[in-house]
């Protein structure tokens, strides 16, 4: 009796904007952080190689691999040889003042870089109202 099939895995795909003038290190660390934020991402979760990322964007491995370190570095990955890289379930403390330091600085870049763009503090109200209700 032959085995049934099982559906292929999904897996979070990473996306770059070469015209952000942000470094794609970057860009990979800020999609894993908004993956988890939207729940795209959950504990346990498994992400695509190194080399799977380099080849899929077109970039070098080094890069990818230093955006997967710094996540480790934050407690966010976790690597295990052989096997892959995945969410980690533990918990990321911060203060709070820590916290509420972050969350300015990446609304004013956020509000900064759309405004460079021509998009109004209301269109990027309502892109967010929009982003939560597709989470839901």
């Known amino acids: 009796m032959a085995k049934p099939e099982s559906a292929p895995r999904a897996s979070f795909q990473f996306r770059l904007d070469p015209h952000s003038g942000v ?10 952080q908004a993956g988890l934020a939207s729940g795209v991402l959950t504990a346990g979760a498994q ?6 990322v380099a080849v899929d964007l077109a970039i070098n491995p080094n890069t990818v691999l230093r955006g997967y370190r710094e996540l480790e570095i934050r407690g966010v990955l976790e690597t295990q040889q052989g096997t892959g890289t995945f969410i980690s379930d533990r918990k990321v403390n911060h203060d709070e003042g820590e916290r509420a330091r972050q969350l300015n600085q990446l609304v004013s870049e956020f509000v900064a870089r759309a405004g460079a763009n021509g998009f109004t503090l209301q269109e990027l109200m309502d892109r967010l109202i929009e982003f939560e209700d597709k989470g839901k």
């Open 23 to 32: 470094p794609a290190y970057r860009q990979i660390i800020d999609q894993v």
């Open 47 to 52: 992400l695509p190689t190194v080399r799977q």
